[in-house]
């Protein structure tokens, strides 16, 4: 038995499912998971010495590649003068203004400690601002496990085929609505039904716990209308799209201004960081200046800020990487369309900036339903193909490729060759 499947067995029998996260568990793909021992760059090793190229990042957050020298120093000099002291540093202010000089239209930041904190928060704070209580979410978006978000989320939960959760209440998932995402008119429908009672939009400005669907010409824009017409917030949940799609984000790739903004993710450089953000006036609203209240033990770790302002300090240093990460995106997703055309499958490719995915369909992926039609038993071969070759890509269908800085050219092609291979079996 490999020593992987070994220590499998163990997980199983005092960790839900062998894993501390679903996703992991390879439920949606069948098999055992690797159990990592190792990363540097874009590569890491398993308990059985395999080594894999990786196009998971830890979900996104290594966005220079794993054991990034800058960042573990930081680490190490941090923890040298202790982990945590429940009062505040130095480098919490550091953290805040570089975020408040890299991201559009916010002023203020609250650290938090993951990205499912970082929303269940903001809409904490949308609510007290507006003083209204419904929200609206898109069907396939992902904003975390909090009880008001785990109604027609993506990723985990639809993976697991459940797209909603047992020990939901029917109080906290009645004041979320859904809307379809790239659909306005099912956004207007809710406005129309509800026009004095809805707080927020929340939106994942390009989706990516559906697989990657970007947003279509005038999504954002049109969201952003609505909420301005009926005096509601547009939150952005840039926990994967922060520091991703640009320096400052989708707000700034896209040009389309948010009034909240949630982090996660990439923000901790491996470390487990959330934030929210938005503009003064809304921010002084947050205890202790005002009556909204959130707090946290572990918030602002230092430790946990020296990774992030150490990644963070070196992508706003590097405007580069990110029409580098683009490049190399665009190569993979027109690879495989190639690949597909040659070996006669059915795929659809979507790419934005540095993330992208292949649906087993011909049809265009453009909302939550158009990704339903992708052949799941295409992908579980696709993706074990990938695997025996070295490849180590997300074990479900609804989650992005991430392309880092640290995949070189010889990286990529050596994914795409690997693509062809399994293609060519298929
Ligand atoms: C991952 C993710 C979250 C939740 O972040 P956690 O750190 O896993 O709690 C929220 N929103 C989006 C868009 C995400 O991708």
């Not at 201004?257 to 503009?279: E, H, L, N, Q, W």
């Not at 706003?316 to 580098?324: A, I, K, L, P, V």
């Not at 992926?365 to 997300?394: C, P, W």
């Not at 269908?397 to 880092?404: R, Y």
Request: glycine letters at 10%; charged letters at 20%.
């Amino acid at each position: 038995m490999r020593a992987s499947e070994a220590i499998f067995e163990r997980a199983k029998r005092v960790l839900p499912g062998g894993v501390n996260s679903p996703v992991r568990a390879f439920r949606a793909v069948g098999g055992t998971p690797p159990f990592i021992t190792k990363g540097k760059g874009c590569r890491i090793w398993d308990l059985d010495g395999k080594e894999y190229i990786d196009f998971v990042g830890s979900w996104g957050p290594l966005i220079l590649g794993h054991s990034y020298a800058p960042v573990l120093q930081a680490v190490e000099k941090a923890m040298r003068n202790g982990l945590s002291f429940g009062a505040p540093t130095a480098i919490e202010v550091d953290v805040a203004e570089l975020l408040v000089a890299m991201v559009p239209n916010i002023e203020m930041v609250r650290m938090v400690n993951s990205g499912t904190e970082a929303v269940m928060s903001a809409l904490r704070v949308a609510r007290g601002v507006t003083g209204r209580e419904k929200i609206i979410k898109f069907e396939g978006c992902y904003h975390g496990h909090s009880d008001a978000m785990l109604v027609g989320a993506g990723s985990g939960a639809l993976t697991q085929g459940e797209p909603d959760s047992k020990g939901v209440t029917q109080g906290a998932a009645g004041d979320t609505l859904t809307a379809q995402y790239n659909d306005l008119h099912s956004v207007q429908a809710l406005f129309d039904a509800n026009p004095d009672e809805i707080a927020a939009i929340i939106v994942e400005p390009v989706a990516a716990n559906m697989g990657v669907v970007p947003p279509q010409k005038g999504f954002l824009e049109g969201l952003r209308a609505m909420c301005d017409k009926y005096h509601a917030l547009l939150i952005f949940d840039e926990v994967i799209t922060g520091f991703r799609l640009a320096r400052g984000g989708a707000q700034e790739y896209f040009h389309v201004r948010a009034d909240i903004v949630t982090f996660g993710k990439i923000i901790g450089g491996g470390m487990p960081v959330g934030a929210y953000a938005a503009s003064r006036e809304i921010m002084r609203q947050v205890a202790p200046t005002g009556p909204i209240y959130q707090a946290g033990t572990l918030s602002g770790n230092p430790v946990a800020m020296a990774a992030g302002l150490a990644q963070l300090q070196i992508l706003d240093q590097n405007s580069g990487y990110y029409t580098d990460m683009e490049r190399k995106a665009q190569a993979m997703a027109q690879a495989m369309r190639n690949s597909a055309e040659k070996h006669h499958i059915k795929l659809t490719v979507n790419q934005c900036g540095a993330l992208l995915c292949p649906y087993f369909t011909d049809d265009p992926v453009n909302t939550f339903t158009d990704t339903k039609k992708s052949d799941l038993e295409q992908f579980k071969q696709y993706f074990h193909g990938m695997l025996a070759r070295g490849i180590y890509i997300a074990p479900s269908q609804f989650e992005a490729v991430f392309i880092n800085i640290s995949h070189k050219d010889a990286d990529i092609a050596a994914a795409c060759s690997a693509v062809d291979a399994v293609f060519a079996d298929l």
